[in-house]
């Protein structure tokens, strides 16, 4: 069974209930902070809010196979211990213990378990010597010896279980995040997004935050009644968002240039250097492709490479004054185009390249 078919085969824990309205909007701006983390990193994924637990990151919208869990609490004082993370409440399981079963539901596809807070953790000095207070991420294999074996002992006892992956699987971070004021924090994170997709926006980063948090706090108290979900699509739209639903929200809101736009753009300023109709086209087909691309493969090796080059034929064209501020589009494209190759990608993908590269220098 792949993953997908596990995810909605298997019952989600309890729909959230009992949380505070402050404690639940940190849970939701946390996500959302994550969310603009990954983003930037991660070709695609799918976060899932409140869902299995308070949220769930697949690496894939089409064919996921890894999952990571994040466990999300807020502290008002004091640092959390291996006695307040361990502790059982009547029938319930310990935070650790509801964390771990996580692995146990997806034992094949759990890539990583995440407890995650405001507060730090007082687990005695790691194996390193460090003391843990001062660390903002801690994995559980770093734990003192003594330390590691009552939370792993904890858990083979939630669970009836003779071994376990805590130790390869479990990191305990500390966000930067208020538990009184996490809107500040996420605001200023999505103005620096704002500012990197979108450089000239004169786009109010409240007004914006106010949209995407909202979007994410929709997701997250969506429950599904009655509803049948038969497939991950189903799933993502009334629990979740993708990378590729993220940017066509960004567009909407106006935060993101569409293709449609950045071409418009572009093509005033070919058209300008008296280029043939058939060229044009060449670069409009490249232009929609080298969009998509910069999104999905914005990791791979050889886009990184073409990239870098691409950036420094440009730079060292310009110092030794074979371009200048007179030069037209076209021109510095066959500059920097002739100076760069790549078997990778065909001709007109690397020229609409040069002119994604040149417009952010």
């Known amino acids: 069974m792949n993953l997908e078919q596990e995810i909605l085969n298997l019952k989600p824990r309890e729909e959230s209930g009992s949380k505070t309205a402050r404690k639940y909007t940190f849970q939701k701006d946390l996500s959302l902070y994550l969310l603009l983390t990954v983003h930037e990193k991660s070709d695609d ?7 299995h637990d308070d949220l769930v990151v697949l690496d894939s919208e089409t064919k996921p196979s890894k999952i990571d869990f994040y466990q999300i609490k807020s502290k008002d004082s004091g640092n959390w211990t ?11 399981l310990s935070i650790t213990g509801k964390l771990y079963l996580n692995k146990i539901n997806f034992t094949k596809n759990t890539n990583s378990l995440n407890f995650i807070s ?4 007082s687990f005695k000095q790691l194996t390193n010597g460090e003391e843990s207070l001062k660390r903002l991420k801690i994995k559980a294999k770093e734990l003192d010896k003594f330390i590691f074996k009552e939370f792993e002992d904890s858990i083979k006892n ?10 390869e699987l479990t990191s305990f971070h500390v ?52 509803k049948s979900i038969s497939n991950l699509d189903e799933l993502i739209d009334i629990k979740g968002i993708s990378k590729r639903q993220f940017i066509e929200f960004l567009e909407k809101a106006g935060l993101y240039k569409s293709v449609k736009q950045e071409w418009d ?11 043939g109709h058939i060229e044009l086209m060449k670069f409009k087909k490249y232009w929609r492709d080298v969009t998509a691309t910069l999104i999905k493969d914005s990791n791979k090796i050889p886009l990184k490479k073409l990239i870098k080059d691409i950036e420094t034929v440009y730079k060292n064209e310009l110092s030794i004054g074979t371009i200048d501020e007179s030069s037209n589009l076209l021109t510095i494209i066959n500059h920097c185009f002739s100076k760069v190759s790549s078997s990778f990608y065909d001709d007109y993908f690397v020229k609409c390249l040069v002119i994604k590269v040149i417009n952010e220098e």
């Not at 753009?265 to 058209?271: A, H, R, V």
């Open 265 to 275: 753009e572009i093509k005033t300023s070919l058209e300008s250097c008296s280029i």
């Open 45 to 51: 994924y799918v976060f899932l809010f409140d869902f």
């Open 118 to 121: 405001n507060a730090n953790f």
């Open 175 to 226: 966000t930067k995040l208020s538990n009184k004021d996490s809107s500040t924090h996420c605001l200023g994170e999505l103005s620096k997004l704002i500012n990197k997709i979108n450089p000239e926006n004169s786009i109010n980063p409240e007004l914006a935050y106010k949209q995407v948090f909202n979007e994410v706090s929709r997701q997250t108290e969506n429950t599904f009644g009655d």
């Open 158 to 167: 939630e669970h009836k279980l003779t071994n376990t992956l805590f130790g």
């Open 82 to 92: 291996v006695k307040a993370l361990t502790k059982k409440e009547k029938e319930k």
